[in-house]
């Protein structure tokens, strides 16, 4: 007989371990593996519809789902990085990986994600979990008899993080799986400010600046930012976006205040739910001394690291026919928490 907590097969939770994840030779270099998913993988095909859900203070965020929630064995929330959406090739080529496996994903996008501008000025960030937590309430409620397990990526994985220490009792989201975690938001700033690392972080800038610059244009921001639209022009990194914007807009001193309440490595320690934490030390977005040490996991956290795997990229296979090696680990995750019902979860034992 053994607890919910220890029937996902080969997870030493309370522990950092040594990931099973080895690139191939033609994607050892962590660029590679980041930008190779992104733009020149091919999509896997997923049916998906959309379905807008309208959240307490009138705004909105634009949900996503694939499967047959009726016919699944459970469902996988799914949470995406900054300025990510369906379009994103981790978030589509997840969700086809679990659809495949029988299983319903719903994909939350963020305030103001996905192609449509939210209706209010606030935004999201990596800290914010209301939303999310509305969401996965609202969702139990609609599907109270079907099991779930929910999976962030960047961003999105920092943000369920501290969602999952903020509600230790929570008893909605059976098992939680965080890929390429920001763990520590004020080192990453400084990180991907640096060589080649800039790259990404232009391209991230670029869409959060336009889409705010159209916002502007249609709500008044006069008394949330003290900053003007030529200004926020000539930002050139993500700590000026934080300073200027995410800070005065969600309630934060500055940006220094916002990476410190917000960072996950902080809230880590605080989480009762089984959660596998996957991380690459070669990370672009980050440095590799951001991962945190092992006193700083709780009891129901498994951190697995890898030397390499790049941003959310943990590819194998041949450039050809590449495989992406974090699908399979989430498959063998999961299965164990959200195949069966709860009257096998009472009696099923481990190989």
Not at 155 to 183: D, R, Y
Not at 251 to 267: P, R
């Amino acid at each position: 007989m053994y607890s919910e907590s220890q029937i996902s097969q080969n997870v030493r939770y309370g522990e950092i371990v040594k990931s099973d994840f080895r690139p191939p030779w033609w994607a050892k270099n962590r660029h590679v593996q980041t930008i190779f998913p992104r733009f020149i993988q091919k999509r896997a095909k997923l049916d998906y519809r959309k379905e807008k859900l309208v959240l307490p203070d009138g705004d909105f965020v634009n949900l996503i789902w694939a499967g047959d929630v009726k016919k699944s064995s459970g469902i996988i929330a799914l949470f995406h990085g900054l300025e990510g959406s369906i379009r994103s090739h981790y978030i589509n080529d997840m969700a086809a990986n679990f659809v495949r496996q029988g299983y319903a994903v719903v994909l939350m996008h963020f305030r103001g994600c996905g192609g449509e501008h939210n209706a209010t000025p606030r935004a999201y960030h990596s800290g914010e979990t209301q939303d999310a937590w509305y969401f996965l309430n609202w969702l139990e409620h609609k599907f109270p008899e079907t099991r779930k397990a929910a999976m962030g990526f960047s961003l999105g994985a920092n943000m369920l993080l501290k969602l999952l220490s903020e509600q230790p009792k929570q008893q909605i989201v059976k098992a939680a799986m965080a890929v390429s975690t920001p763990f520590n938001l004020a080192l990453c700033a400084i990180s991907i400010n640096q060589g080649f690392s800039r790259v990404y972080q232009a391209y991230l800038l670029k869409s959060m600046v336009s889409n705010l610059l159209i916002k502007m244009r249609n709500m008044d921001y006069s008394k949330l930012i003290k900053v003007s639209e030529s200004q926020i022009k000539q930002f050139r990194d993500f700590r000026d976006f934080d300073q200027h914007i995410t800070a005065p807009l969600h309630g934060f001193e500055d940006a220094d205040d916002y990476y410190q309440k917000c960072s996950s490595q902080h809230f880590i320690k605080g989480i009762a739910t089984p959660t596998l934490v996957i991380h690459a030390k070669d990370d672009p977005f980050m440095h590799s001394s951001i991962v945190p040490d092992a006193v700083l996991l709780s009891p129901s956290v498994c951190l697995e690291v890898s030397e390499k795997g790049g941003h959310v990229g943990f590819m194998q296979g041949t450039p050809w026919r590449p495989k992406i090696w974090m699908q399979q680990r989430a498959n063998t995750f999961f299965k164990p928490f959200i195949a069966y019902n709860s009257e096998h979860l009472s009696t099923v034992e481990l190989k």
